[in-house]
């Protein structure tokens, strides 16, 4: 059987896998369509992406897995992707989080600070190219199959900008329909076409 590990966005938040893959009905979606679903929680306060990379490893199966994250967790998962790529059979990469946009990054390093994050941990987890805490060059490397889900409508957490240049950096990339992000309000009515096009990744 085809597993699924799906890694949850937020960053040092009120965010699990509950909230973001369980409760908007995507977990039992996808194993509707006969695929076996992972959704741990991440690290709760991470002090870098290698933490959380590791995190995630040491709860993968013996085979390997398609990867999903959603945000935030984007940069876990290439993370993981890069220092186990035995183990991580095509990643999907939705709604990915925007970096080096000037005020999203001041509001997150303010939230992040405010939460107890020392400098250079918030340099760990916001420093780094179109991804936090990842390369371009180390994005371009990723050899597995990549999808690349945006946030439709963008907003300025998501902005279709980080779409467009992972599809340029990431050589296996290729793009997938979008939709709002799982715990926004408007996200219900696109549940199943997000499932079918996860499941169908997935399966490929």
Known sequence: ??????????????????????????????????????????????????????????????????????????????????????????????????????????????GLAQLGAEPDVLDALLNGGTLRGVTDDELASVAVPVGVLPSVPENPFHQRRTVDALLRLVPTAVALPGCPEPPHPAFPPHTEALVRTVAAFALA
């Open 1 to 110: 059987m085809t597993t699924v590990l799906l890694v949850h966005g937020g960053l040092w938040e009120e965010m699990d896998a509950e909230r973001f893959w369980h409760r908007p009905g995507i977990v039992a979606g996808l194993q509707r369509h006969g695929v076996g679903v992972l959704a741990p929680d991440r690290l709760r306060r991470p002090r870098s992406w290698t933490a959380e990379a590791q995190h995630l490893a040491a709860l993968l199966p013996e085979h390997p897995v398609t990867v999903v994250a959603g945000s935030n967790g984007c940069s876990a998962a290439v993370r993981l992707a890069l220092a186990a790529p035995e183990r991580v059979e095509r990643l999907l990469l939705a709604w990915p989080a925007t970096a080096g946009d000037p005020r999203v990054d001041t509001r997150t390093r303010l």
